[in-house]
């Protein structure tokens, strides 16, 4: 998920119009096309009808009018949960806005929630990258940095069997584990071995035999059996305490190497790790072990 503040109304262009409030017939509603969400959970959707069967709808959802219809720009769970409940008329402020804004709109609700998967999240982006002159504004019009964007980027590299399977359950891979793979896939193109190994490690892990972020590993001890030490490293995942993946240390035969986001690690971070790596490696090696 993006961990970003996301602000609806900083989104929208400057020139768009507060809106109309208003109560419109459900039945005109349609879902906006460029909604990231592929699968809407019962459970959730069965929560959210209570909660406005009980309470109302705390929030009007946002549309946008098309001919004598409305398209959804923001809201569409709270549309379908009045759909649940038979409701004939739901409360909503029409707005006119761009498509690229109302790409955005959609795209920021969603993330905010915290069920969105990265997969989702990828095929929204990739949906509005059009709307972008280069990466570098489509980066900072959704709120994360260029190395963020490329992970969600990277589940289009990815095999048909793999993307098939996420079409149907988008949580089985995050944008990290996609990443290193899109990475493992281009360092050895056209290897049959590594596409074998690929399939045999993604049915272990839907079998829930494989973790996502061993894949690699799985894929580059096949290498290193197949054809020694030299083609293959061993690699460990370094992860912030959200969990998020920033950097990885890699061991081949004859060296040991850290690798960091700067976009993660400060001046100050640098050098303090810098300075450790420098006293552990003084320090006597008993000392150590101990």
């Not at 069920?115 to 002159?133: H, Q, V």
Request: glycine content about 4%.
């Amino acid at each position: 998920m993006i961990n970003a503040p996301f602000n609806l109304e900083k989104l929208a262009s400057p020139t768009v119009p507060m809106g109309k409030h208003c109560l419109i017939n459900v039945e005109l509603i349609e879902p906006n096309p460029y909604q990231p969400r592929t699968h809407y959970s019962k459970e959730s959707l069965d929560n959210l009808a209570k909660s406005i069967k009980e309470n109302g709808l705390l929030q009007p959802i946002i549309v946008e009018k098309s001919d004598d219809r409305y398209l959804i720009i923001a809201g569409e769970r709270r549309w379908r949960a009045h759909l649940m409940l038979n409701k004939s008329h739901i409360e909503a402020i029409v707005r006119t806005i761009d498509d690229q804004t109302q790409a955005i709109y959609a795209l920021a609700e969603n993330i905010v929630r915290e069920d969105l998967s990265d997969y989702e999240t990828g095929k929204a982006i990739r949906s509005i990258e059009d709307e972008f002159p280069n990466k570098t504004n489509l980066a900072e019009a959704i709120g994360i940095n260029r190395t963020d964007l490329y992970r969600y980027l990277a589940f289009d590299s990815l095999p048909e069997f793999v993307l098939n399977d996420l079409n149907r359950d988008p949580t089985l891979l995050s944008r990290a584990a996609a990443d290193q793979i899109k990475s493992l896939l281009v360092d050895h193109q056209d290897s049959s071995l590594v596409l074998s190994s690929l399939e045999t490690a993604w049915g272990l892990l839907k079998d829930g035999k494989l973790q996502q972020t061993h894949i690699t590993r799985f894929i580059k001890k096949a290498l290193k059996d197949a054809y020694g030490l030299n083609q293959a490293t061993d690699e460990q995942i370094i992860q912030n305490k959200s969990g998020g993946p920033i950097g990885q240390v890699k061991q081949t035969k004859k060296h040991w190497t850290l690798q960091l986001n700067v976009d993660e690690v400060n001046e100050q971070q640098q050098q303090q790790i810098v300075d450790y790596i420098q006293q552990l490696l003084s320090e006597p090696s008993d000392s150590v072990a101990s």
